[in-house]
């Protein structure tokens, strides 16, 4: 696993299939994805390395369902009592009592999609917080949940306007330039989450997938949803 300091209380840890972010609001700790069944010793080690106190892990935001972003979940939350918060659309699915809906794929993400299969499942979860568009969370000076239906149905983006931090999920990845996000469940949905997304303006840009991008962050998240646009 990967570490990568997005900002001073920002952090990347990037699996080799899978990434979640760790945000530090002086020292109270918040996982925005948590990567893999499987992994959570691997994070708590890596918290631990940054000089911060797992035990102080007060929340797991999970974007959404797919066992790349709530595998470790529910590790992490046995072990340290974090709140886990999803969109009330997405939490049966996380908590294993029904399946989401299978993505419909583009002939071009066939041999992508074959690839990525194998991940271990995500075990069944609780979800302590439902949440919904526009609800507020107390974390990076008060984030926003935009609902992002499209990659799920009930896929989320976290948006921090103190910090000009974005976080998108799968709507929008950042592997080859800023564009749409692959797998998607409803493409058209997805599509208008990336348009909706595009009018935040983030200085910071934080993908499900890819690099976090620092630079031209807003021009690159407009100029992604312009592309598609002419698709
Ligand atoms: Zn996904
Ligand atoms: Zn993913």
Do not use: K, N
């Amino acid at each position: 696993m990967d570490v990568i300091a997005v900002q001073p209380r920002l952090h990347l840890f990037r699996f080799p299939v899978g990434q979640a972010y760790l945000w530090s609001d002086d020292g109270e700790l918040t996982l925005v994805d948590s990567g893999t069944a499987g992994a959570a010793e691997e994070l708590v080690l890596a918290i631990r390395a940054l000089g911060l106190d797992p035990a102080r892990l007060v929340r797991i935001v999970l974007t959404h369902g797919h066992e790349d972003h709530c595998g470790a979940a529910q590790e992490l939350t046995r072990r340290f009592g974090a709140e886990v918060v999803a969109h009330r659309l997405e939490a049966p699915a996380i908590r294993g009592e029904q399946a989401l809906p299978p993505p419909v794929l583009l002939d071009w993400e066939r041999p992508l999609w074959e690839r990525t299969r194998g991940l271990p499942p995500a075990p069944p979860t609780v979800v302590d917080r439902e949440v919904e568009d526009g609800d507020a969370l107390a974390f990076g000076g008060g984030a926003r949940v935009v609902h992002v239906p499209g990659h799920t149905p009930g896929s989320i983006a976290l948006h921090l306007p103190l910090h000009g931090v974005l976080f998108t999920g799968d709507t929008v990845a950042s592997v080859e330039g800023v564009t749409l996000g692959v797998f998607h469940v409803d493409r058209e949905d997805a599509r208008a989450s990336l348009r909706r997304l595009s009018v935040l303006g983030p200085s910071v840009l934080c993908c499900g997938h890819g690099d976090p991008v620092t630079r031209d962050a807003a021009a690159a998240l407009i100029t992604a949803a312009e592309r598609d646009a002419d698709l």
